[in-house]
């Protein structure tokens, strides 16, 4: 029997993680709780390949543990995933379970150390995760993108997206049973709460969710990642932090925004002032028409470099002023 407590559901537009330790009479049972799918938005885009030394590591402190049974060896397994484990909530599951299992081993040494900590199990994380990550990605560009060209129902998607298994192996998420409870909450209400026994677990749930849900996905205009469309299917910015100070991508795009159309508008305001004059300079006697449509092209050009971000406003000026 499991010495720890780790469930998920979801509840009202978000998800809640509970998990405890309890073999300490005094732990507490600690919740996180994120908007709906944000845990699986941020493992579909965390970046797994830097972590394979991490894994290394554990792979051969595991091996020397098959020798030893040294508390050095033990030490760096769990040690290494309490830094995972701050990484992605996903990893706190792995963390717990582990943790238990080391903890079973040391109550029960005559038993198989090979079938109760699989080297090969936590060694081959890196590259399922890798898989996994690839596979979800697919799922949302193939059936719950909102701005596909496809225009057809979900389920018609879903099928052709699982039917690509067929000619290219590991294309597709394979749905697979789990078993999930119907018990009360923290927040007392009810729910299908599911207690993992493994990340895939984890994601399985999740993914469940999505296209039972027909939750439609869309590509954030500020971070390039995908989010869960809410019922405004015009929102464009995602809900997830970027930066040191809290704010989200829908709060700094949204500034962004305003500031990109406000340098545009006085972009285009002085590029148009600046036309202007020189056009009214043929009639003056002060320019050929040659001059000025040569020099029309040229402005353009710079604008439009102005425009894409290749030169400052200010330095478009200057050159106005040149010229």
């Known amino acids: 029997m499991a010495d720890y407590l780790f469930y998920t559901y979801f509840e009202e537009g978000r998800e809640y993680f509970v998990y405890k330790d309890l073999t300490f009479e005094r732990s507490h049972k600690k919740e996180k709780d994120f908007p709906f799918l944000e845990s699986l938005l941020r493992f579909t885009y965390l970046d797994i390949w830097p972590m394979e030394d991490l894994f290394k590591e554990m792979d051969k402190a595991l091996l020397n543990f098959y020798r030893e049974r040294d508390r050095d060896s033990k030490k760096i397994v769990m040690s290494t995933l309490e830094k995972l484990a701050k990484e992605h909530i996903y990893f706190e599951f792995l963390r717990l379970d582990w943790q238990s299992r080391f903890r079973y081993m040391d109550h029960h040494p005559g038993e198989d150390v090979y079938e109760h900590l699989p080297h090969k199990q936590l060694r081959h994380i ?112 995602c809900n997830l932090t970027v930066d040191s100070q809290g704010r989200t991508c829908r709060e700094v795009g949204a500034v962004k925004r305003w500031a990109e159309k406000k340098n545009s508008d006085e972009l285009f305001k002085e590029y148009r002032r600046e036309y202007k004059k020189r056009f009214n300079w043929i009639k003056a006697g002060k320019i050929s028409p040659g001059a000025f449509y040569a020099w029309s092209a040229t402005a353009k050009g710079k604008r439009d470099e102005c425009a894409a971000g290749k030169i400052s406003f200010d330095e478009f000026k200057e050159w106005l002023s040149e010229f």
Do not use: W
């Not at 596979?135 to 699982?162: G, N, T």
């Not at 984890?202 to 996905?217: A, D, N, T, W």
């Not at 869309?218 to 405004?232: D, E, L, Q, W």
């Open 126 to 237: 890196p590259s399922d995760l890798d898989t996994l990550q690839k596979q979800i990605m697919r799922l949302f560009e193939d059936v719950l993108d909102i701005d596909d060209s496809k225009k057809k129902p979900v389920r018609e998607k879903l099928q052709a997206y699982l039917d690509k298994e067929k000619s290219n192996p590991l294309y597709a998420y394979q749905f697979r049973p789990i078993s999930t409870v119907y018990e009360r909450t923290n927040n007392g209400t009810f729910a299908e709460v599911l207690h993992p026994t493994s990340i895939s677990d984890l994601v399985e749930l999740s993914l469940r969710e999505c296209v039972k849900r027909e939750q439609r996905m869309r590509i954030c205009s500020y971070c390039g990642k995908y989010f869960a469309i809410p019922r405004r299917n015009t929102a464009e910015f």
